[in-house]
Each structure stands twice: as C-alpha cells, then as structure tokens.
C-alpha cells in the first residue's frame, strides 16, 4: 500500500478519533481520544437542545458553555485528523536533544499518582464548566417540597435532594464552578502580585528592598483566615468581591519566597552577562529571573488552589462567603450540618467532592516537585 493510499485511509479512520492511535500501537493517547469522542458525541445527542439553546443565551456562562463544548469536540477531531496526515512521527526518539523541560515532562508522566491526579482534576473541570448542559435539574428549581424534601441518593437524583427538593447533583455541578474558579482566579491574583512583588524587592535590594519587605512583614503578622473574615465582613462577599479578597490576602508568602530566590539568582553569571551588555533592569527581571525562578512557584500554585477552594468552603461554612441561593461546595456543607442523620447525603457528596479535589491537587503539588527539582535536572545536564 503507497504512502498515499495509507493516508486516506488514516483520513477516513480520524472520524473516529483514536483508531489511528490504537492502529499505532498508542493505546493510552487512542483510549482517552476514543472515550472523549463516545462522551461528547452521547452528550450532544442528548443534550443538543439545550447546547444550542446555551450557545444563543444571553448569560456569559451559559454561552461559554457551549463554546467550550465545541471547543472541546475541535481539539478532539483536529488531533485525531492531524495525526492521520502525518503518521510514524510519534516514533522518531532524539533522547540527545531532549532538553530539561521535556525531561521535567517525562518525569511527571512517569509519576502514576500525578497523572492520575491530573486527568481527574481536568475531568472536574471540565465537566464544572459544563454544568448549564450536564445538569439534569435547574440548581434553583424548588418544586413540591413535601414529596422531593430529603430523598435520597437514586436514579433520579443521583446525590438526592436537600431540605428544599432541590436536586444535588445539579447543585453540585454549579458549585464546583464557582468553588473551582474561585479556587484558580485568587492563586492566579495572588502568584501574579507576590511574583512580580518579589522580583522587584529581591533585584532592587537596598533600602527599596527593606522597605517593601517591611510592608510584606506587617501583613503577615496578621493571622491570614481572620483578616479574611475582617474584610468580607466590611465588604459585600460577592464572588468576584471573594476572589479579591482571597487573592490580595495571599500573595505575601509567593513575595518573599521569590525575593529569596531572585537574590539567589542574581548572583549567577548569566544575570551579570545581561547586566554587562547593558540590559535595562525590567529585562532582566522578566526574561531572566522571574523564568528561572518559577518552577517552585508552581508547586506552590498547585498546592494554594486547594488551599483557596478550603477556604472559600470555611467562609461560605461560616455564612459569609458565597451565600445561598448560589451553590458552592462550602455552603452545601453548611446547609447539610443539621440533618446529618435525616439527611447525611446533603454534606456528604460536597465533602468528598471537596476532599478529592484536595487529594488530586497535593499529589499534582508533589508530582510537579519531584519533575521539576533542580538537583536532579543538574544532575542529568552537568
């Protein structure tokens, strides 16, 4: 069979994303393409109405809804098809050129428990975001409170209704959105603000350096969880109010974690080369430091999103963070504490989805740790 004729072939095959890969002997990549590809395909079947009806709304999150459902049905397609046309090139191995990134890479998918991690904590995400089309019920929908209050767990309801008949599956889909993004959007405020805050004090050095590490001081002499509650008590504990807070309470740790690393970093000969050839200073911050600087900041960014998501859960506990009707993990706990025995699956399917993001999220923390040591990184490379 010609090279030409085996494309074809290969085309035709890419309507079904992942024979091509399984055909190769690539079982894992054929596997995940040709679950993805059953998954949206049987939920656009079932769900075409609404993902239509979704993709004309007017509200942002359900229009992002249905554009990230597309979006999802693209990359799935265009990889199995991209793949078709240029066949054998999985095969080609030039480990002499592999540099310290792709190493880091193949480290942390040798790591089981962190790619596991991962692809659940994707898996979450994903079907978070997707919850307007997932959700079989309105998160909202009160009917009949007699005849729905308290049922438990069953096909109708997967994770029963609370005291109000709603259902909690739908409820939960809706939390993990908010609880999720609040988790992502204060460590992507926090680590932006401490990196950059850092850097500057750690370069500048001097009295500059005294002054701002002072400030980073005096915020950390205030215990972090009760100047959360100090602020969302004098401010409207809205969501994009809550990320705010979470993220501007957070950040002094990242700032001086970093400094400690820029003042390292500084010192090398590669900065005093930059320096030497008369690189302005915000050059070097960004394209020299800051980089190399990074890697524990993602360990630390893994492990600071489930310490946002825990504390956007203890608030929204307490009552003054994300407050009914929006559904959160932290407020469906809260709503299950006092029918604990009438009705123990109100907080406990918001508790285990609230504790495997955490599991997911350290063991991600430390399969990034372990992939991105720099030891071992020199060790292979020097």
């Excluded at 096909?155 to 209704?161: A, N, S």
Aim: hydrophobic share 55%; with cysteine.
């Amino acid at each position: 069979m010609n090279h030409e004729s085996n494309i074809k072939i290969r085309v035709l095959l890419a309507i079904i994303p992942g024979i091509n890969h399984l055909r190769d002997a690539r079982l894992m990549h054929g596997i995940s393409l040709l679950i993805s590809a059953i998954l949206l395909a049987t939920i656009f079947y079932l769900k075409r109405q609404i993902i239509m009806d979704c993709l004309y709304a007017d509200s942002i999150s359900l229009w992002s809804a249905a554009i990230l459902f597309f979006l999802l049905c693209i990359f799935v397609w265009a990889t199995a098809i991209i793949d078709a046309l240029k066949p054998g090139l999985h095969k080609v191995k030039t480990p002499s050129n592999r540099g310290a990134f792709q190493y880091a890479i193949k480290r942390f998918t040798a790591n089981r428990l962190a790619m596991v991690s991962a692809y659940l904590l994707f898996i979450l995400f994903i079907v978070a975001f997707l919850a307007p089309i997932l959700a079989p019920y309105d998160p909202h929908m009160i009917k009949d409170v007699v005849t729905t209050r308290y049922l438990p767990p069953g096909l109708d309801h997967f994770f029963g209704t609370d005291a109000l008949g709603r259902d909690l599956f739908s409820r939960a889909l809706f939390g993990a959105r908010i609880s999720l993004s609040i988790g992502v959007l204060s460590v992507l405020i926090s680590m932006s603000l401490g990196t950059v805050y850092g850097a500057i004090a750690g370069f500048t050095g001097g009295v500059i350096d005294n002054i701002l590490m002072r400030f980073v001081d005096i915020i950390m002499a205030f215990p972090i969880f009760f100047l959360m509650l100090l602020l969302v008590g004098i401010f409207d504990a809205g969501i994009i109010m809550l990320i705010l807070i979470l993220g501007f309470t957070s950040w002094p740790g990242t700032a001086r974690y970093i400094r400690g690393e820029i003042l390292s970093l500084k010192e090398r000969g590669f900065i005093e080369s930059a320096r030497a050839i008369g690189l302005p200073a915000h050059l070097i911050i960004w394209r020299h430091l800051i980089p190399n600087a990074l890697s524990p900041v993602l360990v630390s960014a893994a492990l600071m999103v489930g310490g946002m998501i825990t504390a956007e859960a203890g608030l929204s506990f307490l009552g003054i963070g994300i407050r009914p009707p929006i559904p959160s993990w932290g407020n469906m706990i809260s709503a299950g504490q006092d029918a604990v025995f009438t009705g123990w699956w109100i907080a406990f399917f918001p508790g285990l989805l609230l504790t495997i993001t955490i599991l997911c999220l350290n063991l991600l923390a430390d399969g990034l740790r372990d992939a991105l040591d720099t030891k071992t990184l020199m060790r292979k490379y020097i």
